[in-house]
Structures are given as C-alpha cells and as structure tokens.
C-alpha cells in the first residue's frame, strides 16, 4: 500500500524532502530487529496460538478461529473472515515475542468485537487507500507532464486518501498494543518483569507505523509544493 506507484521524479530534492521519515524508518527497522531478537530468546510459558487463545477466549470471543500461515511478518487479524492469521513462527514460538505479537493481533479481534470507531474508519478506508497508493503518483505524474491541472489535483486527492489512512491506523496499532499488554499481565500470561521484552518488541513496532505516516504526509507536502510551484 505505501510502494506509491512510482515515485515522484526520483529527484534529489524529494529525497531530502523525504529525508526525516527515511531516518525515522532506517531506525525503527533496527530498533524492531533489535528487540525482537532480544525478545525470541527469552521463553514464554504459551505460545504466540495458546497466548491469542487464551486473550480470545477471555474475552468471550470463541468464535474466532486462529489460523497457520506461511511467510513473515504475515501475522494479521482478518475482520471481514474474523479470523486471526499467524505466522508460523509466532504460532508455534513460546517465545515473549511470539507471545507480544500474537496479543498483539489479537488486541485488534478485541477493538472489531467492541466497534472501536477508528478501526471501522481505518477499515473503510483500505479501498480508497490501495487504489490512492497504485494510481495517484501516475496521475499527478501525468498531470506535471500534459500540464492538466485536474489531474493533478485528482493525485493528490487519491494520494490523500493513503494519508488518512495512515493517520487513523496510528491510534488502532497503538491501541491494539495497549490491549494486549493489558491482557497479557491480567491474565498472568507474562509477568511484570517479562513484560519489558514484551514492550520492547511492541513499542518498536509503534515507530514503524509513524515513520510510515510521516513518509505518506511529507510525501502530499511534496505534491502539494510541486502543485503550487507549477501553478506559480
């Protein structure tokens, strides 16, 4: 969602205009390597499937199937099939990080069943999302080459759509962590103690999701700034 199409102009002065967000990313990359591998090595007393179970199950919500699923950084909590996805790793791990990541994702089962407003916002924005990230560089691209103004605002509108995106995702990945720190401690699934893997990993993880807001709202302020200079 965030490959936006193809890049615009591949310039010097974009990726300076970029620059901020590139760092926050290159640092929240490590950071999450970092504490994940910190994380993998300390053991669990369940695994990530057993810890979303029990956060699940507590919450009333047995109807929600876990699922296996191949791949990395796969793990995801499906609303529309209501199902959980782990990644094998996680599934299978009893390991804090395992452990934090499965919470986590169950945390956003926890905010659809309770109809967390800015998960219903963030949901309904995906379409417009995927289609903005695709189609709005191509777009304004050919609109700074024909010179036709409405298609350049149609790209930064389209392209405005990523932005919402992003910014209502921040409180629900937020929120989705706090959920699970919270159930992890009350349901004696991780001590107190254990727990500082466990945010860690989880805390990490939040910096990600920033460094992708402020790359997709640096990115309109280069449009916009690219727009306005064409009009000038």
């Known amino acids: 969602m965030l490959a936006y199409g193809l890049m615009p102009f591949f310039n010097p002065e974009y ?7 590139m760092l926050l990313a290159a640092w929240a990359s490590w950071r999450v390597r970092s504490a994940y591998a910190e994380a993998q090595r300390m053991p669990a007393s369940l695994t990530g499937a057993a810890a979303a179970r029990h956060v699940l199950d507590s919450a009333g919500l047995t109807q929600i199937e876990i699922e296996q699923v191949a791949g990395q950084l796969t793990d995801h909590y499906d609303p529309a099939a209501k199902v959980l996805r782990l990644s094998t790793e996680v599934y299978q791990s009893r390991t804090l990080a395992a452990v934090g990541i499965a919470a986590h994702e169950a945390g956003h089962a926890l905010q ?7 998960m219903l916002m963030r949901n309904a924005a995906v379409p417009v999302a995927n289609f903005g990230g695709s189609f709005s560089m191509v777009l304004f691209m050919l609109g700074m080459v024909m010179h036709l103004p409405f298609l350049l605002m149609a790209g930064i509108l389209l392209f405005g759509g990523v932005v919402f995106f992003q910014l209502v ?4 990945e937020f929120d989705a962590s706090n959920r699970a720190k919270r159930q992890l401690v009350s349901l004696g699934i991780v001590d107190e103690q254990s727990m500082h893997y466990v945010n860690n990993v989880l805390d990490a993880a939040a910096w990600t999701y920033v460094a992708a807001t402020l790359q997709s709202v640096m990115t309109l302020l280069y449009l916009l700034s690219r727009a306005g200079d064409r009009r000038g």
């Not at 990726?15 to 967000?21: H, S, V, Y």
């Not at 659809?112 to 800015?118: F, G, N, R, S």
């Not at 995702?169 to 629900?172: A, E, G, M, S, T």
């Open 15 to 21: 990726l300076l205009f970029l620059a901020p967000a």
């Open 112 to 118: 659809d069943a309770h109809a967390y407003a800015p």
């Open 169 to 172: 995702n921040l409180p629900v």
